[in-house]
């Protein structure tokens, strides 16, 4: 199975990445049909997310976004467009650096 690793630095704050993080959610839920579950700590949050084809986690502290995702056989021949994408996403979900 493919799998895409992507990581972003930020200068949000813990509170900030959490809403960053509950707007992901949101467009992951509605747009791709994810489901999608929070395990909120301390110093690092933890939101699992899967559907048919797709699995992964976001990991988010006060400086960072980790998001790793495992695609199915049938996806993995769109990895590329498919990173690009949720880079995009990502990127524009936590605004200009």
């Not at 690793?5 to 509605?30: K, S, T």
């Not at 579950?37 to 110093?43: F, I, K, L, N, V």
Request: glycine content about 10%; some cysteine.
């Amino acid at each position: 199975m493919p799998e895409l690793h992507i990581q972003r630095e930020h200068r949000l704050g813990l509170d900030g990445a959490r809403q960053v993080a509950q707007r992901w959610r949101e467009q992951a839920e509605q747009e791709w049909g994810m489901r999608c579950t929070s395990e909120p700590g301390e110093a690092v949050d933890c939101m699992r997310f899967e559907r048919s084809g797709v699995s992964g986690e976001l990991t988010l502290s006060d400086t960072r976004f980790d998001l790793k995702i495992k695609l199915g056989f049938l996806l993995g021949a769109y990895s590329a467009k498919i990173e690009e994408k949720i880079k995009a996403n990502l990127d524009g979900l936590l605004g200009p650096a």
